[in-house]
Nanobody
Framework: QVQLVESGGGLVQPGGSLRLSCATS????????MKWYRQAPGKERELVAS????????NYANSVKGRFAISRDNAKNTVYLQMNNLKPEDTAVYYC????????????WGQGTQVTVSS
């Protein structure tokens, strides 16, 4: 069983920055593709960014390209989401997601962290 614990959310003004962290338990972090999702009130959960096992491949939703950056530190079992030039439409609960790439192919979700962009 892997536990994902997000932190770093909060209230920020438009144009500001936040850095989310997702710390994971266990010693097999490098076996997981890691992703960040978000869900705004009344909307479906959407994929924001993903990063490959060793961090060499990243992908982003069009809405955040050029503003957000996903990274990981396999020595610390942690994935990050640096969010710059935040906009009110970025307001959502942000969730960390882990997809194991070695059998058993299981997935895990974090509990979420609230990001509010408002003046």
């Amino acid at each position: 069983q892997v536990q994902l614990v997000e932190s770093g959310g909060g209230l920020v003004q438009p144009g500001g920055s936040l850095r989310l962290s997702c710390a994971t338990s266990g010693s097999t972090f490098s076996m997981y593709i890691m992703k960040w999702y978000r869900q705004a009130p009344g909307k479906e959960r959407e994929l924001v960014a993903s990063i490959a096992r060793v961090g060499d491949i990243t992908n982003y939703a069009n809405s955040v390209k050029g503003r957000f950056a996903i990274s990981r530190d396999n020595a610390k079992n942690t994935v990050y989401l640096q969010m710059n030039n935040l906009k009110p439409e970025d307001t959502a609960v942000y969730y960390c997601y882990a997809l194991r790439t070695v059998p058993p192919l299981v997935t895990y979700w974090g509990q979420g962290t609230q990001v509010t962009v408002s003046s």
